[in-house]
């Protein structure tokens, strides 16, 4: 296989990883958040109303959700080197930086994505045993702590993303790289996700479609990204040069 399909290859793993992840989030943060529905979890000091859209899904629902993303990481390890081959006409100073901690970022996302499981079942389990105050007592803690551990990796996470995507936008602007000059805020992928954060965050979709995707922004975001830089790449004599 030429190095030219190589990089095609990667990125479409890329998008593939992406696809997965939002699926991902759509299996374990889609559903509606129906307070009414869950009175036993309501009345409970320091549940957050959030965490309802977990709780009506099934155990297998919630599994399912968290390993789509799991299992498809190693794919954004190919995108990795997809966007190195991107930057790379650039040389390493440019294009070295900016992919590792990309590669960094995508590994912290899928402990955060897989994280969501134990903290969705932890409050499953304490809707069900609501009536057992001692039960009820250790289980909160435990959801508790699941969640700080997953909110503690959204830091590193939040600052490769605004590192990398600096990076990106720098050198693609310069025009030594395989990106056309004004790609580069598309190629990163802060402002894809930024922008699609704010689309499934807001009230801005209708009925089911705001619900099922309520908790993709970031996995959306980089579909873009990476649907981009593939699209772009996909002809260009001087990616895959490296």
Do not use: C
């Amino acid at each position: 296989m030429s190095r030219k399909n190589l990089v095609r290859g990667a990125g479409l793993a890329g998008v593939v990883a992406s696809a997965a992840y939002a699926i991902g989030d759509v299996l374990l943060l889609g559903r509606r958040v129906e307070p009414q529905r869950h009175p036993a979890l309501v009345e409970v000091t320091g549940v957050d109303r959030g965490v309802l859209s977990m709780v009506p899904s099934s155990t297998h629902r919630l599994m399912a959700g968290a390993l789509a993303g799991v299992y498809a990481t190693p794919l954004y390890l190919a995108a990795v080197w997809h966007l190195y081959q991107g930057l790379a006409p650039a040389g390493p100073r440019r294009a070295l930086p900016p992919t590792l901690a990309l590669a960094g970022a995508w590994t912290w996302a899928s402990f955060i994505h897989g994280s969501f499981f134990h903290t969705g079942q932890a409050y499953k389990d304490l809707e069900a045993l609501a009536d057992d105050p001692r039960a009820r007592e250790q289980l909160l803690a435990t959801a508790k702590a699941f969640e700080r551990a997953t909110l503690s990796a959204y830091a590193p996470l939040g600052l490769a993303f605004v590192v990398a995507s600096g990076l990106i936008v720098d050198a693609v602007r310069r025009g030594e790289t395989a990106y056309p000059r004004w790609s580069g805020p598309l190629v990163a992928p802060l402002a894809p996700i930024a922008a699609a954060t704010a689309l499934t965050a807001g009230h801005v979709l209708p009925g089911r479609a705001r619900h099922g995707l309520q908790g993709a922004g970031i996995s959306l975001g980089n579909l873009v990204s990476l649907a981009a830089s593939t699209v772009l790449l996909w002809r260009n004599r001087r990616a895959g040069t490296a």
